[in-house]
T-cell receptor
Framework: GAGVSQSPSNKVTEKGKDVELRCDPI?????LYWYRQSLGQGLEFLIY????????KSGLPSDRFSAERTGGSVSTLTIQRTQQEDSAVYLC???????????FGPGTRLTVL | AQSVTQPDIHITVSEGASLELRCNYS??????LFWYVQSPGQGLQLLLK??????LVQGIKGFEAEFKRSQSSFNLRKPSVHWSDAAEYFC????????????FGSGTRLSIRP
């Protein structure tokens, strides 16, 4: 069984450009999470999906960040007008359901020049 | 406020020595507790978790952790470390009432001395 996959693995972009990060959760997992890990820091919760809805968006750092999930599966995290402080590793995780163990993908390393 | 503290930023132990990584939490509800490991260039892997029941939890790779409610701690232990254990270790806490948001500690980097 495949684990959580994320693409791209690395993304270098220029300040001001928009980027899209993709997450494919484990098949059958209804819950999906996005986190951000800055250099030398722990994980910062961004957003959580249950199915296609996002009951908890409290971690999104600004209105430049948005996320959607379609078909209860793939999720896309979009960062508009990227800033240098957005540079980080963006991690996606999925779990079977509410309160179940989260399984993490390998992450997307975003570098904003 | 809910929080997780890993007081040791970096620990170095000799190969074959015992290991204890500290984790303290502050959480209003009954906590779920996790330890994750992140090896260089790899994703986070779950080592073990505590939801309820026996407070001594066995995990993968020979790790164990003990939940001590009175001390608000969930320290990770291993009797004898191997060079391959060098990695970053993260403690995390959640609860059934707020399982959508698991709070992670800032991590402890473990180095192994040959």
């Amino acid at each position: 069984g495949a684990g959580v996959s994320q693409s791209p693995s690395n993304k270098v972009t220029e300040k001001g450009k928009d980027v899209e990060l993709r997450c494919d959760p484990i098949s059958g997992h209804t819950a999906l999470y996005w986190y951000r890990q800055s250099l030398g820091q722990g994980l910062e919760f961004l957003i959580y999906f249950q199915g296609n809805s996002a009951p908890d968006k409290s971690g999104l750092p600004s209105d430049r960040f948005s996320a959607e999930r379609t078909g209860g599966s793939v999720s896309t995290l979009t960062i508009q007008r990227t800033q240098q402080e957005d540079s980080a590793v963006y991690l996606c995780a999925s779990s079977l359901g509410y309160s179940d163990t989260q399984y993490f993908g390998p992450g997307t390393r975003l570098t904003v020049l | 406020a809910q929080s997780v503290t890993q007081p040791d930023i970096h620990i170095t132990v000799s190969e074959g020595a015992s290991l204890e990584l500290r984790c303290n939490y502050s959480y209003g509800a009954t906590p779920y507790l996790f330890w994750y490991v992140q090896s260089p260039g790899q994703g986070l892997q779950l080592l073990l978790k505590y939801f309820s029941g026996d407070t001594l939890v066995q995990g993968i790779k020979g790790f164990e952790a003990e939940f001590k409610r009175s001390q608000s701690s969930f320290n990770l232990r291993k009797p004898s470390v191997h060079w391959s254990d060098a990695a970053e270790y993260f403690c995390a806490v959640g609860s059934y009432s707020s399982a959508s948001k698991i709070i992670f500690g800032s991590g402890t980097r473990l180095s192994i001395r040959p």
